[in-house]
T-cell receptor, first 113, second 110 residues
């Protein structure tokens, strides 16, 4: 079964702690993306990776970090420097960064207490 | 910078009626547009796409219209059903990423 998975679905953390969100895909896609979604708003791009061992900042990268050591994995770390981390986080992938359709995972809802 | 916007944040329609969701885009050079549907608490799912060399494209109960003259995109859903209730996003293809609009919430009432 091909697809993109995110874990966990719900995540709670205390303020000041770093937390890492998982994203895995078995679609053999080169490009992967992280978005943040706040209530009543659209998708804002945090980071994206066009290929293994390479990634670029999106529109709201401050307070976040990523790595792309394997093609199928693109974990996102929400650091304590992120001032308002409570949100719904979506991971996506596409065949290449210049290709058309992006496939989305089910999302992780992060709540910082 | 580039942006994609939506005219209406919420659209309420009666079951069985047709729905029209609108989207304006700013980059006249965009060559590809896509519509996503996002149900509550889930990731967006692909509905339909259209390339800039087309004016219209039809899928199952959905039609996308592209008016390049006024940089406007619309999604038409025929015979709207309760299962169509969701947030709908349009997106345009940028240099190496998609640019998403804010979204329109479609509410279907009996």
């Amino acid at each position: 079964d091909g697809g993109i998975t995110q874990s966990p679905k719900y995540l709670f953390r205390k303020e000041g702690q770093n937390v890492t969100l998982s994203c895995e895909q078995n679609l053999n896609h080169d490009a992967m993306y992280w978005y943040r979604q706040d209530p009543g708003q659209g998708l804002r791009l945090i980071y994206y990776s066009q290929i293994v061992n390479d990634f670029q900042k999106g529109d709201i990268a401050e307070g976040y970090s990523v790595s792309r050591e394997k093609k199928e994995s693109f974990p996102l770390t929400v650091t304590s420097a992120q001032k308002n981390p409570t949100a719904f986080y979506l991971c996506a992938s596409s065949i290449t960064s210049g290709s058309y359709e992006q496939f989305f995972g089910p999302g992780t809802r992060l709540t910082v207490l | 910078g580039e942006s994609v916007g939506l005219h209406l944040p919420t659209l309420s329609v009666q079951e069985g009626d047709n729905s029209i969701i609108n989207c304006a885009y700013s980059n006249s050079a965009s060559d590809y547009f896509i519509w996503y549907k996002q149900e509550s608490g889930k990731g967006p799912q692909f509905i339909i796409d259209i390339r800039s060399n087309m004016d219209k494209r039809q899928g199952q109960r959905v039609t996308v219209l592209l008016n390049k003259t006024v940089k406007h995109l619309s999604l038409q859903i025929a015979a709207t059903q309760p299962g169509d209730s969701a947030v709908y996003f349009c997106a345009e293809r940028g240099t190496d990423k998609l640019i998403f609009g804010t979204g329109t919430r479609l509410q279907v009432f009996p």
